[in-house]
């Protein structure tokens, strides 16, 4: 009888210890659970310096209610599908190249064009106002709710042994290239464009596959390229755009002040964050790259009209493709013009 009495007590304490952990699980859980994915190295600042502080500011304003998790280096799905993984709520946030869809979003490519952004931080800049007043541009995301729209820092020419000082430098090499409308600029320069993805590049080059890559300088920092990078050439001939959209089923769910969060945490000055901290890479590659012996040429004064002149078909093209798709091509190019002199 006296076992059986203890036995009951035990059980009761032990009951009781399993309700009180159960309610503080319960009271310490989050209502909100995001799940983050990404294509970059966990490494990068867009992780460490962007999301970690987004997600970290949503849970802290929402009292918790708001957690995240984040998977980075394509643990969830390649860089290509991550817009889909959003649109489909096998993630709830993901960020990604827009060029690794081909075809899919047409105008937001006008900042791929040579010389419109002379930095990240400018480029994220005129890509969050491109954004805001083109409904056209926004349609081209019309199934995710977009966070923040922005820019790598502006796309160089690196190769290994031939240095490339003019258009007439370019023709006839293998240069990886990072979207369709980056062949195209390849392909009136005279060069072989090569796409693969960044991962693969610091090998191809180093074996020779290809003989360069139009890269930001912020590749040569992160993917370690600096190590056979030997020749660079400063001419800002494109720039990659980068979307961070979230599940619209997901955002649906929070509150109206759950959204306001969301929205705080996120925007126009986010965008131009996490253009900086592209900015702020691209100086560390290029230094490194100096360091190792790189040697560097800047495209300006007539050296720039020569490029401007043998680029110039690009633009005419980008604008009739825009504008024979029923686009606002010519519009948005405009504005574009006049949003790289008055954000600069």
């Not at 062949?183 to 796409?195: C, F, K, R």
């Not at 680029?311 to 948005?332: H, R, S, T, Y």
Request: hydrophobic share 40%; proline share 6%.
């Amino acid at each position: 009888m006296m076992f059986r009495k203890i036995r009951m007590l035990i059980g009761i304490v032990v009951l009781f210890i399993l309700v009180a952990c159960s309610e503080g699980i319960a009271s310490t859980s989050s209502e909100h659970h995001l799940i983050i994915s990404h294509f970059l190295p966990g490494s990068h600042p867009i992780q460490t310096d962007v999301f970690q502080a987004i997600g970290n500011e949503m849970k802290e304003k929402s009292n918790g209610a708001i957690s995240y998790d984040l998977y980075p280096a394509n643990a969830l799905g390649d860089a290509g599908s991550q817009y889909d993984m959003a649109v489909t709520g096998e993630v709830d946030i993901a960020l990604s190249v827009h060029g690794y869809s081909p075809g899919r979003f047409p105008l937001v490519s006008i900042l791929e064009l040579p010389f419109f952004a002379e930095s990240a931080a400018h480029g994220s800049e005129i890509m969050e106002h491109l954004y805001d007043e083109f409904p056209s541009i926004q349609n081209e995301h019309n199934d995710t709710i977009p966070l923040f729209l922005f820019t790598a820092d502006p796309a160089q020419l690196v190769t290994k042994a031939e240095p490339i000082k003019s258009p007439e430098d370019v023709k006839g090499l293998r240069i990886r290239s990072p979207s369709p409308l980056a062949n195209d600029i390849l392909e009136v320069l005279g060069a072989v464009p090569v796409s693969m993805p960044m991962g693969d590049v610091y090998e191809s080059m180093e074996r020779g596959v290809i003989d360069g890559a139009m890269i930001p300088l912020e590749a040569l920092y992160n993917y370690n390229l600096y190590e056979v990078a030997n020749y660079i050439t400063i001419g800002n001939f494109s720039t990659t755009p980068f979307f961070a959209v979230m599940n619209q089923d997901k955002y649906e769910r929070l509150s109206e002040s759950e959204k306001t969060i969301v929205q705080q945490a996120t925007g126009i000055e986010t965008a131009i964050k996490s253009g900086s901290v592209f900015d702020e890479d691209g100086k560390k590659g290029r230094k490194l790259a100096e360091d190792n012996g790189a040697q560097v040429y800047e495209v300006m004064g007539n050296n720039l009209a020569e490029w401007k002149e043998a680029l110039d078909p690009i633009f005419d093209a980008w604008v009739n493709e825009m504008e024979k798709d029923g686009l606002p091509g010519g519009e948005i190019y405009q504005r574009a013009l006049e949003l790289k002199e008055e954000l600069r």
